[in-house]
Each structure stands twice: as C-alpha cells, then as structure tokens.
C-alpha cells in the first residue's frame, strides 16, 4: 500500500517499503553505527552510491533512519525527506546549502532561529534580513539585491500570524530565490507547503510530528534535487537523527493524523471559550472567525492547530499569576505533545528581546501561549477558567 494516491493516515501507516524480514509488523531498531560487506566491491556500490543501503549510523545510511524518511516523505506528499537530531539541526544545513547568497527571514520566527540567524551563521558571513509586519511588503526590493533564500513560518510563534505562502512563492520565484516553509506549527495535517508552492519545508519533529514531548528531531523535504545537496552538511556536521528516535518518531507518524485533529478540535474548544470570557481581552487563534488571518488561514489550511494565545484583561503581574495557578497545563516551553503546556512569551521565547523589539513582534507581556494537548477539553476550560478567577474586570 504504497501508491502516491493513498491517503495520508494509509500513508502514515505504510508509507515505507523497508520491512521486517520476519514480518514483524513494526522494523525493530537497527541501534548500531556499522553494517558489514560480503566484500569491498559491495562496499564500494553502497559508498559510491550506486546502490542505495545500509553503511554507517551518521551518513544517515541506516534502516531504521530509511523507513522514517520514507514515511515522512509520503505523509508530506514530498520528492524526499532528511532526519536530523533537532529541528535546529535541520534548519542548519537548510541556511548552510542554500542562504549563502542571503536569507530573507519573513515575520516572527523560532526563538531558536533568530538566535542561529543573527549570532552564528552571521559571523560565517551568512546575512538574514528581518522583515516584519508591514515591511513584508519589501519583499520585492529586498530580493533584487541578491538574497537566494526566503524563510517563514506560518502560523508564527505565538501571536500565529498567517502568511500566503503561495503569494510569498510567486514574488520570491520572480527573483530566483527558494522557499523555505516551517511547518512545524501547522504539521503535514493542517498544512502542505509544497502543494502551495514552497520548494522546501523544515520541520521541529519534537513538536507534533513526535507528538509526546520524547524525542527531538528535525527535518528538511523537498524534491530530490533539492534534498540531495543537504546530505553531505548532515553528514559533516554530524547532525542526523539516532536509530532509536528514528524508531520512536516513526511510531509517533502512525497517530500523527488522529492525534493532530482532534489538537485542532480541543483548540478550537479552548478557543471558543476563551472569546467567550470577559476577563480575556484577545484570543488569537486561526480557527476564529474573529481572527485577522482567519481568512488567509481558510486558504491555505485544512486545519488550524494546536496553539491558541491569549491576551489576560490585566498587567504582566496578573498574568504571571493565572499562568502560575494552571493545573492541568504544565508551565513548560515546548509545544505539540498530547499533554497541554503553556508558556508566557516574556518569560520565555521572547525573555531576551527589548520592549521595542517585543511591540514590533506584537508580543504583550498579557499574552499567554497554550500548546492545547489530548485531555477533554472542558477540563482544559474548567482549568483555565478557575486560574482565571484572581482577574477582576
Ligand atoms: C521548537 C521549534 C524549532 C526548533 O526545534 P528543536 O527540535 O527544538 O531544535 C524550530 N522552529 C519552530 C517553529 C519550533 O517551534
């Protein structure tokens, strides 16, 4: 059951040709860093890459690490996918094969990656333009001065701005330049890149796509063209997925899609309720008709997410407070795993960003992100509404 017309749960569930011989219905770990040869022409098929197959841990040459990559590539509905150990892993050879000639970073992006971004690959020579809210309009201008690489996500972090991928495709394609998509809050579920006109998508697999807060991976996908130059940046850097999150990732693919859906039906319960609540000034979340990127989001998503941030009618103080009296959220900086957790941007993500940094970014110090997990959703409600009662409007 591998056909490309086969849906994304068929997919997610037998998307790899790579199989137990035994006919186990799950490929056991391959936990070793080394293969052995009948002899050295077999060898040399393998390194030469004549044949496709087993020959060392970090080249990413290993079964187990095949069979998630495989997957991965079918349930995204891509040419081919890399593993690596971390989603900033993934993201750096990303920016290293292709932001050489300049990278045009497009709104609010990862914490993690404006710090890769403006304090590494910056002393490598490698120059990022930030181009927030309305100076997305320069994208134009920015890109006849040379920049090969626009970077965004969407929905961002944590205020979930919506960008058009396929309008920031069509003005980056006019210049040459590729496009590179973290999908990480959307997931393959809610959103596909690709389909929009992205040339590569960049995942953080320790969110959804791991799903249970247990294992840190990344990706990169495209098609094989575009893949292909990553390999050898994976393989210097040192940087690929291990067999044994290789395993725990490909078993997490195999509930991506029911486990995605109903995050986004808890988040759109979260939502509602929150909208509903006098003591919550904002709700930010695409799902809301309320939302100023609802439309957008309409557009080009299939569903809107796990995420939901709000603004608390009341100063930073108080909203420390309700954070603090949440019981069922756990107060911890991740995302995507079925167990609900919540974050203060101030306090966290954006803790080292100056007061005007923050206002350009919309980020409030009332704001609160809520990564909505599995629980029942009116016990998340009910959580939420009694931290909310030390607010007074
Ligand atoms: C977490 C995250 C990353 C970084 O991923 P790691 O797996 O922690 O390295 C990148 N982008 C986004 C949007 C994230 O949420």
């Not at 709104?107 to 990656?113: E, F, K, P, Q, V």
Request: glycine share 10%.
């Amino acid at each position: 059951m591998k056909q490309k017309s086969a849906g994304q749960s068929t997919q997610a569930i037998h998307g790899t040709s790579i199989t137990d011989a035994h006919g186990a219905p799950h490929l056991p770990v391959y936990n070793t860093t080394t293969f052995a040869f009948e002899n050295t022409a077999a060898l040399l098929d393998v390194a030469d890459g004549r044949r496709k197959g087993p020959l060392y841990t970090r080249y990413g040459l290993n079964p187990t690490i095949f069979a998630l990559e495989e997957t991965m590539t079918s349930v995204e509905g891509a040419g081919s996918a890399l593993a690596f150990c971390s989603g900033m892993a993934a993201e750096t050879a990303l920016f290293a094969q292709y932001g050489r000639e300049g990278i045009v970073c497009v709104g609010d992006a990862y914490g993690g990656t404006m710090e890769l971004l403006t304090t590494q690959l910056s002393q490598l020579g490698l120059t990022t333009t930030f181009l927030l809210g309305d100076e997305v309009d320069r994208l134009d201008e920015v890109l006849s001065g040379g920049p090969k690489l626009v970077f965004f996500e969407t929905p961002t972090n944590p205020a979930l701005g919506i960008y058009d991928v396929a309008a920031l495709a069509e003005t980056a394609h006019r210049h040459g330049a590729l496009v590179a998509v973290d999908n990480t809050f959307a997931s393959p579920v809610n959103q596909r890149p690709l389909a929009l006109g992205a040339d590569l998508v960049s995942y953080s697999a320790t969110k959804y796509l791991g799903g249970h807060s247990d294992v840190t991976a990344g990706f990169v996908l495209g098609a094989d063209e575009l893949i292909e130059p990553l390999k050898p940046w994976r393989k210097s850097f040192g940087s690929c997925i291990a067999p044994e999150p290789a395993a725990l990732l490909s078993r997490s693919l195999r509930t991506l899609i029911v486990r995605v859906n109903q995050h986004n039906a808890n988040a759109q319960a979260v939502a509602e309720a929150m909208e509903a609540d006098p003591r919550v000034a904002r709700v930010l979340y695409p799902g809301l008709p309320s939302f100023p990127g609802h439309v957008l989001a309409a557009k080009q998503m299939t569903g809107y997410g796990g995420i939901v941030t709000i603004e608390i009618a009341g100063d930073t103080d108080t909203t420390v407070q309700v954070v603090d009296r949440l019981e069922l959220f756990a107060l911890a900086p991740s995302l995507g795993g079925v167990e609900s957790l919540v974050t203060q941007p101030v306090t966290t993500t954006h803790y080292d960003l100056s007061p005007q940094e923050r206002q350009r970014r919309g980020i409030t110090g009332s704001m609160i992100r809520l990564s909505v997990g599995l629980e029942d959703s009116d016990d998340l409600i009910a959580d939420l509404t009694q931290a909310l009662e030390i607010v007074t409007v």
